[in-house]
C-alpha cells in the first residue's frame, strides 16, 4: 500500500490540480511637492484565462511563482502626473477558482479571456498623501483547477469509471485490474447522432473516509462541484479495497460515497444524479441487480451494516438506474441516451424556473407602476373630482 501511494505520488507529479502565487501590486510614483505634481499609480496583478494553458506550464514557466506589477512613474518637472505601473498579468488555464490563502473567494475564470484582479496597485504620491506614495500590499494567493464537465463520475476503485468513459466517448483513459489506476482527471466526450456532444470527467476513485483526505478521491471532489450532474458507478457485485478493509456490496457503495459527498459538501449530494450498475456480464448479475434496486427502493431498513456515520443524512432519488457493462457494451447507448435526457431535464427545470422569476419580476414592475403612475385609473377619476369641484356622488 505504501509503495502504491508512492507510485501514485510520482506518477501525480506531472499533473498539478493547484497552484500557489505571491502577487503584489506594483508602489505608487513619487509625487512632486514643489509643483504640486501627483506620482502614478502602480500596476495591478491579475489572473487571466489562457488559451492552452495549464497549471503545470506556469508553474514551469515561472518557478519563482512571484509576480509583481510595474512601479508608478514619479511625478517630475517634464511630467507631472506620473505614468501608470504596467499591470502583470499571470496566464491560466480555463477553470480556476482563485482564493486566498484563508479560503475566500477572489473570482472565477470560466472562459478564455476571463481576467480576475488579484493585487491591486499602491496609489501615486499626491496632495492627500503628502505627496508620499504608498506601497501594495504582497499577498499569497491559490488557484484551484475546477474541471468544468456535464457529468461527473463518482465511484469507488476499480468500479470500472475508465472502462464506461471509454465504452462512451472518445476518450483513452488508463484502465487496470487495480485499485487507482487513475490518477488524474480526464474529459471524454460523448458523441451523439444528431452531433450533441455531452462532457463527462473521469476522476480517481473515491475511498471510504475520502472526506478526511484518505486516498486521492477527496483532492478531486472540488472537481464534481462544478459538473452539472453526478454519475455514480458501483460495481454490481461490490468491492473490496483490501483484505483487512470490509466488502461492500453495491447497495453499501451507493450509501458510502453518498455520506463521502456529503460530507465533503452537502450541496453536492441535491445535484441530480443517475446510478450505474457496472459488470452485468459477470455471473448472478441480474440477481444483484435486483436486489440492489429493492434495497434502493427503501434505503433505510438496509444500512444496518453500515456504521451510523456512514449514514448519508439524505439518500439519492436516482433519475435513472442503469445496468450496464463497459466490458461487452450492454446498455451504453441507453446509459448514453439517459444522460442527454437527465441534462436536458435539468435544463429544462431551470428554463422554467428562470421564467417564472422574469414573469414574477414583471408583475411586480407593473403593481409599482400601477400604483405610482399618474394615469391609473384612481389618480385620474381623484384628480377629475378635484379640479371640476365636483362631488363624487
Ligand atoms: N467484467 C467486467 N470487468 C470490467 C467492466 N468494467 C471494467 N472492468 C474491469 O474492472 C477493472 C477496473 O476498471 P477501471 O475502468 O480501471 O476502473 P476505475 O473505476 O476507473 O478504477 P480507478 O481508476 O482505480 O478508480 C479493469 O480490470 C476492467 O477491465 C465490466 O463491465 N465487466
Ligand atoms: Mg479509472
Redesign the pocket.
Known sequence: MVQLSRICCRKYGKFIDNLRLYVRGGSGGMGLPRLGGQGGDGGDVWVVATKDMTLKRVKDKYPQKRFVAGTGGNSSVKALKGERGEDCNVPAPVGIAITTDHGRLIGNLDALGDRVKVAKGGRGGSYRSLFNPSKARPCNIRLDLKLVADMGLV?F????????LTAMSNAK??????????LQPEIGKLMYKDHKQISVA?L??LIEGAHLNKGMGHKFLKHVERTKQLLF?VDVSGFQLASKTPFRSAFEAVQLLTKELELYKKELVSKPALLVV?????PDAAEKLEELKIQLQSPEGFCSLLDDDMIPDEYINFQHIVP?????GLGIEHLKGCIRQSLVEEADAETKVSHEEKLQELRQHFDKLSRTSPYNLNNVALSTTKSTGLSQV
Open positions: 465511484g476503485p476499480n468500479a470500472g469509471k475508465s472502462s464506461l483513459p488508463e484502465i487496470a485490474s487495480y485499485a487507482f489506476t487513475t473521469d480517481p476513485g458507478v457496472n459488470k452485468m456480464d459477470l450496464v457493462s463497459a466490458l461487452t
